[in-house]
């Protein structure tokens, strides 16, 4: 019976849409994710809830079901997307536990008609689109934040994420791209912080004592509150420490601010592109071009929205930010401007 | 070579220590002499909390092979969690807070014990599974919400006199102790006895469950007690801060000189072998070398040193 529901409606949807812009009401959007074991992860599924709940009800569209495999195994998502594409979803959004591990189930998936976003963790297949993370370019904006604010250069500390992983290498290739076309800044340190605070505050306590005087740091996020930590036991002025969103960096820079002034920005990826790549995955049913290639925006927090954004910020978790219709038109909108 | 020099070079911890300062040396020759002192201050700081755990890692893997805790990095992360929330940054709270991290503590080894006596669980099985339960309880109680420790807790934990912290000279302190109980009480002398021969030591009388049961206490007393001063010294409890603990804590026990089958303890390397380890790190990161090498460079280097500190004993 439901498949003739489903055949039923697919048939009468493809009339509609004949006429004028498809309506999406009758269509059901799943969320295919990988991993649920951080804040991260955490505050991106609620942001689901939270946005396509309301659409739900709203009558945007007739369901935005979330699932989450336990193990985190490309096998396992890759089961659970056929069971999706046998389910009749009509798009699937998609957070991958692989770049190409999945490529076999989602090429399934569009070849029973179904829009496959990928978000975040990609995937290469070409009928999919996919909503990446520009991480080279958020390692240069961290530099020319730092031209910016200090004409006069100087010494740079660096700390990396976890050796040997994709995002470490681009975060930290922007970084050294955004030095050598900035040329008053020198990089005289560079440590491993595990994007976790107490590996970076022990890596920079280690590096410190052999490092000259340093203006800036440039980080990866997660550890700019262990390198303040270490800077500070030190006895050493504290330099621009560039932030990466998460509660506890915020919360120090606010005191920081409200103590002596202290500026500096923060810049991450806030969890709710989950709901960006949910309004892609509508405007595409709704029948409009998307470039198959969208890039995340940055959330960067500055001096003047820093109360705001840390109120935003729940205790523990990183800052976040629920994306809308309009945001998603406009991120397309730059796509094709390119 | 006078006897008293002679005596000391076959001292298994000599080489631990030799390499932290050969590792020290290194590393200023390199900067040409800059932070030479400041390196020292940081590794102090940081190794003290790889020696608070060590000391009871220590004890229970002198206990005989089988025996090793490796509930220490969630007994950390609780004990924090539980000391830094019901402190909420009060100066007043400090005592209350160290007296509940010294509760979590014995609650955790109490527990640990139970699983191996009771349920006659393997130590490593009973600690592994327990260490879930302790950090799901931490994540439960505080869902990884960072509080600040009380302004006067960090002040000490962070505070150091001509270079030396505080906390590292309470610390040394301690081991001094443990050196002293590991040697001149039964209760020391008890623990090595059950780790050459359990059974021989069971027919000389000594209780071994009980001496079981007090070290298995003591190495989680002490961890709880670590998870106290390092959440006020790293400015608050985060739910990953006993992670690079677990590995540590074997590592500074082994290069320290003690031995991994049981039956010898060794406290005064632990300190050398802590240091050493950070030293490491900050030697590998001053020369500026990329993260494979680095990886690969203090693989060899703590191979070598277990190799040289071997070596010596075989000789005898």
Redesign the interface.
């Known amino acids: 019976m439901k498949w003739i529901n489903v055949a039923l409606a697919t048939g009468l949807l493809a009339l509609a849409g004949g006429s004028a812009a498809a309506d999406t009401s009758d269509k059901r959007i799943a969320l295919s994710n990988n991993y649920a074991g951080n804040?991260w992860r955490q505050a991106m599924l609620r942001s689901w809830e939270n946005v396509t709940g309301q659409a739900v009800t709203d009558g945007v569209v007739a369901a935005a079901d979330a699932f989450t495999t336990a193990e985190n195994q490309v096998t396992e998502q890759a089961a659970q997307i056929q069971n999706l594409i046998l389910e009749g979803y009509d798009a699937i959004v998609l957070n991958a536990a692989s770049p190409e591990g999945l490529n076999g189930a989602v090429k399934e998936a569009c070849d029973a008609g179904i829009t496959v976003v990928s978000f975040d963790g990609v995937v290469t297949e070409p009928c999919a689109w996919r909503i990446a993370v520009d991480f080279k370019q958020m390692g240069k904006d961290e530099v020319l934040y730092l031209a910016e604010k200090l004409p006069d250069g100087g010494n740079l500390l660096e700390i990396?994420g976890l050796?040997?992983v994709f995002v470490d290498d681009e975060i930290s290739a922007g970084i050294h791209e955004g030095v050598a076309e900035n040329p008053q800044f020198t990089i005289v340190?560079?440590?491993?912080g595990d994007w976790?605070?107490?590996?970076a505050?022990?890596?920079v306590?280690?590096?410190?004592?052999?490092?000259p005087e340093i203006v800036g740091v440039v980080t990866q996020g997660g550890d700019g509150?262990?390198a303040a930590?270490a800077i500070k036991?030190?006895g050493r002025d504290m330099p621009v420490i560039v932030m990466g969103n998460r509660?506890?960096e915020l919360?120090?820079w606010k005191e920081q601010k409200d103590a002596n002034g202290y500026e500096t920005m923060s810049v991450s990826i806030a969890p709710g592109v989950s709901t960006l790549a949910f309004w892609v995955a509508r405007m595409i049913l709704d029948g409009e071009e998307v470039p198959k290639d969208l890039t995340v925006p940055f959330l960067r927090i500055d001096q003047g929205n820093l109360e705001e954004n840390l109120a935003n910020t729940e205790?523990?978790?990183v800052a976040n930010t629920l994306y809308s219709a309009e945001d998603a038109a406009r991120v397309v909108a730059e796509a094709k401007g390119m | 070579m006078p006897a008293a020099v002679k005596q000391i070079m076959e001292r298994p911890w000599i080489w631990a220590y030799v390499a932290a300062i050969g590792v020290w040396i290194a590393t200023i020759i390199f900067t040409q002499g800059q932070g030479g002192g400041d390196l020292l201050t940081a590794a102090l700081a940081f190794a003290t909390f790889s020696v608070i755990v060590a000391l009871g890692q220590m004890m229970v893997i002198t206990l005989g092979p089988g025996n090793v805790d490796l509930s220490i990095p969630a007994t950390m992360t609780l004990a924090g969690t539980v000391a830094t929330k019901v402190m909420d940054t009060q100066d007043s709270m400090i005592l209350v807070g160290f007296l509940l991290a010294l509760a979590v503590g014995l609650g955790v080894g109490l527990f640990n014990y139970g699983l191996i006596r009771l349920l006659q669980i393997p130590p490593i099985i009973a600690t592994l599974s327990s260490s879930f339960l302790f950090q799901s309880a931490a994540i439960w109680y505080n869902r990884g919400l960072r509080i600040k420790p009380p302004p006067q807790l960090a002040d000490i934990a962070t505070r150091d006199v001509f270079g030396l912290p505080l906390l590292a000279a309470a610390i040394i302190l301690l081991a001094v102790v443990v050196h002293v109980v590991l040697h001149r009480t039964t209760y020391g002398r008890a623990v090595t006895a059950i780790g050459q021969n359990t059974r021989a030591a069971a027919l000389a009388g000594i209780n071994v469950d009980r001496v079981r049961f007090q070290t298995y206490i003591f190495c989680a007393v002490l961890a709880a007690v670590n998870g106290y001063f390092f959440s006020a010294f790293s400015g608050g409890a985060a739910l990953n801060m006993g992670q690079a603990y677990l590995l540590n804590s074997i590592a500074v026990v082994v290069i320290g000189g003690t031995s991994v089958a049981g039956g010898f303890a060794n406290v005064p390397g632990l300190w050398a072998a802590a240091m050493f380890l950070f030293l490491v790190e900050a030697m590998l990161n001053t020369f500026g070398l990329g993260a494979g090498i680095r990886l690969v460079l203090t693989g060899l280097i703590i191979v070598g040193v277990i190799i040289a500190a071997g070596g010596k004993r075989a000789e005898r």
């Open positions: 804040s990396r050796a040997g340190g560079s440590v491993h976790a605070q107490d590996v505050q022990k890596a306590a280690g590096i410190l004592p052999s490092l509150y262990g930590q036991a030190a509660h506890d919360t120090w205790a523990g978790g």
